[in-house]
């Protein structure tokens, strides 16, 4: 049995990582949020002690360690922009770390922290849980088995609608999610990297508080994207269903049908890295390159190559109104 500790206990995310750990039968013996709404880890791990305190949870970690009880692995489900540090305090914690998406903001952070992985002797592993989807997985396998010099006609669209909470907390604030794009793109951007090859060609069309859009050319595929957290967006015919959100990923004019098999996939991920097949940290370079240099494009506006949506009228920011 592995031991771990958990940084950003309170969150959204941190409950699938709570689970995680509960389904491969590991335990979960500290966790740190300087934000107390914690109740959730009863339902998992009551005899887990938790700290709203950074220093009082490092200096845990370390008794621990010297009572050689130490922690074998640090979950890091805080905010992007904190990440780099998380990941760096695991490994001086003598502990492998498992970081949530995107494992940092920007390409050289990756630089560093290979560095700094090496130097510890320990690893660094990212939850790219849509590598682990079952569709994802048998396109890659199309992909791989159709003809070698094909490049496919993409569209993505993945429209989710967020309130205007959003804009208050820190996934609204560039400078520590890194944007749409970043906070919400970086899955499909790792997805369409993995089965599809080396970048050539990055474009944005629009980019804004509560959307982005342009083309992706990569060694396989063209690829229109449009991302987006406004719900004025998503599709009338999507709406009426009282959906709020709408993904879709054409090839070839062709619907890939991934609506189903998003649960659990966290504790695939912690299956895999348990198994020592996990996703280390170099594999998620160019993604993060994708999503840093979207954010420091200029957009072209409807010019090119443009996803469809591209075309819908901007909305103002909610508190600039
Ligand atoms: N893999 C996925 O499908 C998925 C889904 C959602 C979020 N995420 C990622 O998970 C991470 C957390 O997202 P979330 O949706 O749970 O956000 P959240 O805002 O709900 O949770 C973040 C938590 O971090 C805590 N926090 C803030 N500052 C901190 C600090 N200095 N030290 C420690 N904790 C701190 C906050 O109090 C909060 O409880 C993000 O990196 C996000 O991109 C991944």
Redesign the pocket.
């Known amino acids: 049995m592995k031991s771990f500790a958990l ?8 409950s699938r990582h709570m689970r995680a750990i509960y389904d491969t039968e590991n335990e979960l013996v500290a966790a ?4 107390d709404s914690v109740g959730i880890i009863d339902s998992f791990f009551p005899k887990a002690d938790f700290f709203v305190e ?1 220093e009082r949870f490092d200096r845990h970690l370390d008794k621990l360690r010297r009572e050689e009880t130490k922690v074998n692995f640090l979950s890091v ?4 922009y ?2 780099d540090s ?1 990941i760096r305090f695991g490994l001086r914690s003598q502990a492998d770390v498992i970081c ?3 494992i940092v903001l920007n390409p050289w952070n990756i630089d560093a922290l290979l560095d700094i992985e090496r130097e510890s002797g320990k690893s660094i592993f990212s ?1 790219l ?1 849509l590598r682990l989807h079952p569709a994802i997985i048998s396109l890659k396998n199309k992909i791989e088995n159709g003809p070698k010099g094909k490049v496919y006609d993409v569209d993505l669209s993945y429209l989710t609608s967020r309130g205007n909470w959003y804009y208050t ?3 609204g604030d560039v400078n520590k999610s890194g944007g749409i794009a970043t ?1 919400i793109g970086v ?1 499909f951007f790792d997805m369409l990297s993995w089965i599809f090859g080396d970048l050539k060609r990055n474009d944005v069309h629009v980019l804004a508080h509560d959307r982005a859009a342009g083309y992706l050319e990569f060694q396989q595929a063209r690829v229109r994207w449009f991302l987006s957290v406004n719900n004025s967006a998503i599709p009338e015919e999507i709406k009426k269903t009282g959906a709020r959100t709408f993904r879709s990923i054409t090839i070839e004019g062709e619907e890939l049908e991934f609506s189903n098999g998003f649960n659990d996939l ?1 504790t695939e991920s912690y299956k895999k890295i348990l198994e020592g097949n996990g996703f280390g940290i170099a594999e998620t370079k160019q993604s993060i390159e994708i999503v840093h240099d979207i954010r420091h494009k200029s957009p072209l506006g409807l010019k090119g190559e443009y996803h469809p949506f591209a075309k819908l009228p901007l909305t103002p920011h909610p508190f600039n109104k």
Not at 77 to 80: G, I, L, T
């Open positions: 940084i950003g206990a309170s969150g959204f995310v941190a740190y949020d300087p934000n950074f489900c805080s905010p992007n904190l990440h998380h949530e998406k995107p939850i849980q907390s820190w996934k906070n899955h966290h």
